[in-house]
Every structure is written in structure tokens, then in C-alpha cells.
């Protein structure tokens, strides 16, 4: 075990504003979902919610994985001080993520029925019409969304935390407080149902992205940095970010499609076990929401290490970050079966048949989070912040496209397998990615600094 007390005090600094953040957005999307279930008790609308956010999923693990990318460099280059090439990485990670969300949110726009036509089950119109009435207005928050994650991912490289607490905070007040006013007609407004429940997303990611801003180029002293400063980079940094960065970034994406399949596959598993499937997704994703704040903050202290140069340091760190991990993730497990019923009885959803599905789910999400913890502690926290992207890329392809998506296909088109069997397939590689985390540290081949002079 590390006994440096610094190494503790920048991952708990780094660690606990991202799960803060985190678990805020999740709270927000947990809390839409119990009001939308206030609105038919029987699971309808919550189900035609989750499949449109499935589309949602994957676009913010998109811009999470490019915001991901950049830490791999920054957090090196702050190791050396470099603060020139960090304004530049901010750059880059600015113009991909903006360009992205404006294109997907002009493909939403244009072809909305086409775009839900793929999680939305064919047979289900009121459905449908639920997801359209929300998509379609939700997803003019992506443009703000992806530059205030950016910008606080890119932050938190540089150790420049406080600002995630602030704005999450904010940004969940508001949302709690139009849900309730737009979504059931409250203070005055008309009841708009899930249309106003998207408006009140819209209201708090633009709030989101102005504390964000503000703070980023006027308030944090980390990093000197100006808006003007976005407009510069140089060429042979976008190709060491296409080099050490774009892997996690096509890690994210890959795994995310891969999420997005699976929804796919879930739209053939009946109304039942989409809505109880949404309540357990919800809660496996609040529950392991600390463990991958703290494979964040991993990533730093991993970075700074490699960055200095110093192999010794990244191997003693690595050891210590693993043994944490394993303990969390047990501790994590109990803690999910034991609290799954007061969390389900939470969305006081009438149909029994409902509730006993998700109570099932969990459990088995809960035995597979083991697994998450550790193997999350390594890919987003050790390899990554050691400029061991390939590998991990490799990894994650080859779990998510051959053993994943074909046990799915097989579970559903096939053998037609119980919804708790195909559950446990699309969670399949998590029992195992863990040996092969262990044994890629091993060595040190895995140590990699990806600064320049």
C-alpha cells in the first residue's frame, strides 16, 4: 500500500467533485423517471423514455470518451508543467466535441421517427408518440452539455475540481423544480407532460454550461486560459491525440454502440422488462458511480506519474489503486442487493410483475459490479493514465463485438432464454475483463510517456 499522503489527497480531491457530478446527472435522470412514472403507473411512459435515452446514452459517452481522451495528454503534460500544449488539447477536444453534437443534434431534427424507429418497438405507437413529444426537444441540450463536460473533464485533469460540485448542484435544483412546474403544470405554467420535461433538461444544461464557462475563464487558477485560446493548436498535437487520445474516445463510443445495440435487443423483450430493465439500469449506474469517479482521479495521479517519468512511482500507485478497487467492489455489491427493494419501491410502480423483474435484475447486476469495480480501477484509471489506450481499445472491441452482442442475439433470436439469463449476457464480459486487467499489469510494458519536448 502507498503511504505517500498526497497520492490519497489528489484522488479523494479529484474523485469526490466527479462523483458528485455524476451522481447529480444521474439524480436528474432518476428523478424524471419517477415523475414520468407519476404519469402512468403502469411503466408505459418510463419505458418509452429509457429507449429514446438509450440514444441519449450513447451520445454522451461519445463526448465523455473524447473529454476522456484529452486526460490521457493532459494530465502528462501537467505532470511537466506544460501549460502551452494543455490550452491546446482544450482546443482540439473543443472543436471534435461542438462539431459532433451539432451534427447529431441536425440528424435528430431532420429525421426524428427514423432515429427512435430504432430502440421504440415497431408494434408500439403510443410509445412512439411519447419518445417523439420528448426527443425531439431534448436533444437541443446536447450542444450545451458537451462543452461543460468537456470543459470539467479537461479541468480535472489540471486539478481544478470545485467547479463540478457548484454547477451539478444548480443544475439539478433547476431541473427538480421545472420538472414539477412543467411536467404536472405547477406555479402557474400549463402541464406539458414529457415535453415539459425535456424544456427543463434544455434550462439546466444551458445554467450548467454558464457556471462552467465562467468559472473556467474567469475564476480557476490553475490554468490560464481565454476563449481565444480555443482557436489555437498545431498539427502534430492532433495527430498525438488521434494517436493517444481518439483510442479511448473510440473505446466510449464502441462500448456505448455497443449499449445501444443491447437497447435494440431490449425493445424485443416486451414493455415488461424494458421498464423493469430502466429501474435496474438506473440503479447499477448511481451505485457505481464513485468507483468510476475514482478510476478518474486513478487516471490522474497515474498520468502526473508517467508523465514525470518516474516507472517506480506508476507501479507502487498501480498496486494500491487495485486493492482499493477489489474492496469497493465488494463493499459496492452488498450494498446494491441489500438496498434493491426500498430503491424500486421508490418509483411506486403498480404492476408486480414489474417490480419482481427488477428486483432479479439487480441482483445479478449487483455480482457483476465485482468485476465493473476493478477492471474500471484499471482500463479508466491505470492503463489509460499510462498511455496504454490501445490495448484497452483492443479489449473492449473484442468483448463488446464477440462475446457480448452474439450472446445477446442468441438469447433473444435464438434459444429465446428467460429476461434474467439475457440480462446477465449483456453484462456477460464484466465477469470477466478483471483477469484480464490483472494480467496485463504485471509487467511494465504498459508504462508509456506520450509527452514531447
Known amino acids: 500500500m502507498v503511504k505517500e499522503r498526497q497520492f490519497y489527497v489528489t484522488l479523494v480531491k479529484i474523485a469526490v467533485p466527479a ?8 439524480l436528474i435522470i432518476l428523478v424524471d423517471n419517477i415523475m414520468v412514472t407519476a404519469l402512468d403507473p403502469n411503466g408505459l411512459a418510463l419505458a418509452a423514455i429509457s429507449q429514446a435515452n438509450a440514444l441519449t446514452i450513447f451520445y454522451t459517452a461519445v463526448i465523455t470518451g473524447l473529454a476522456g481522451g484529452s486526460t ?61 413529444d420528448y426527443f425531439t426537444i431534448v436533444c437541443f441540450s446536447f450542444i450545451p452539455y458537451a462543452i461543460s463536460a468537456v470543459l470539467v473533464s479537461m479541468l480535472r485533469s489540471v486539478e481544478a475540481v470545485s467547479v463540478s460540485l457548484f454547477s451539478s448542484g444548480v443544475s439539478l435544483v433547476i431541473n427538480i423544480v421545472l420538472n414539477y412546474a412543467f411536467i404536472f403544470g405547477r406555479f402557474g405554467f400549463p402541464a406539458m407532460g414529457v415535453k415539459g420535461m425535456a424544456l427543463a433538461t434544455i434550462t439546466a444544461r444551458l445554467a450548467e454550461l454558464a457556471i462552467v464557462w465562467a468559472y473556467t475563464f474567469r475564476f480557476q487558477k490553475q490554468l490560464r486560459i481565454r476563449p481565444r485560446d480555443l482557436l489555437k493548436s498545431e498539427r502534430w498535437l492532433w495527430l498525438d491525440f488521434i494517436r493517444y487520445g481518439l483510442p479511448v474516445g473510440v473505446v466510449d463510443a464502441q462500448w456505448a454502440l455497443v449499449g445501444f445495440i443491447k437497447a435494440i435487443f431490449v425493445k424485443h423483450m416486451g414493455e415488461m422488462f424494458i421498464a423493469a430493465n430502466a429501474v435496474t439500469t438506473d440503479f447499477i449506474n448511481l451505485c457505481l458511480v464513485f468507483t468510476f469517479a475514482l478510476a478518474s482521479g486513478a487516471c490522474v495521479v497515474i498520468g502526473k506519474a508517467a508523465g514525470a517519468g518516474d516507472r517506480e512511482k506508476v507501479r507502487r500507485y498501480s498496486g494500491t489503486i487495485q486493492l482499493l478497487f477489489a474492496v469497493i467492489g465488494l463493499c459496492m455489491a452488498g450494498v446494491m442487493i441489500a438496498a434493491r427493494g426500498s430503491f424500486i419501491s421508490a418509483y411506486g410502480i403498480n404492476d408486480l410483475g414489474v417490480v419482481e423483474l427488477a428486483s432479479a435484475l439487480i441482483f445479478v447486476g449487483a455480482l457483476t459490479a465485482i468485476g465493473t469495480s476493478y477492471h474500471a480501477a484499471c482500463f479508466v484509471g491505470i492503463n489509460r493514465g499510462a498511455g496504454d489506450n490501445r490495448f484497452v481499445m483492443i479489449v473492449d472491441l473484442v468483448c463488446g463485438w464477440l462475446v457480448v452482442l452474439p450472446l445477446c442475439f442468441l438469447s433473444v433470436f435464438v434459444f429465446q432464454w428467460p429476461p434474467v439469463i439475457f440480462f446477465l449476457c449483456t453484462r456477460i464480459d464484466q465477469c470477466y475483463k478483471w483477469i ?10 504498459w508504462i508509456r510517456n506520450v509527452t514531447r519536448d
Open 19 to 26: 462523483a458528485f457530478q455524476q451522481f447529480i446527472s444521474l
Open 72 to 132: 490521457v495528454l493532459i494530465s502528462q503534460y501537467w505532470g511537466r508543467k506544460d501549460m502551452v500544449r494543455i490550452k491546446q488539447v482544450f482546443s482540439i477536444v473543443i472543436t471534435i466535441s461542438v462539431s459532433v453534437s451539432a451534427l447529431v443534434v441536425t440528424f435528430i431534427s431532420m429525421f426524428p421517427s427514423l432515429v427512435l424507429g430504432i430502440t421504440i418497438p415497431s408494434g408500439s405507437t403510443a410509445m412512439m408518440g411519447i419518445a417523439l
Open 436 to 445: 484480464i486487467a490483472l494480467v496485463r499489469l504485471r509487467g511494465d510494458k
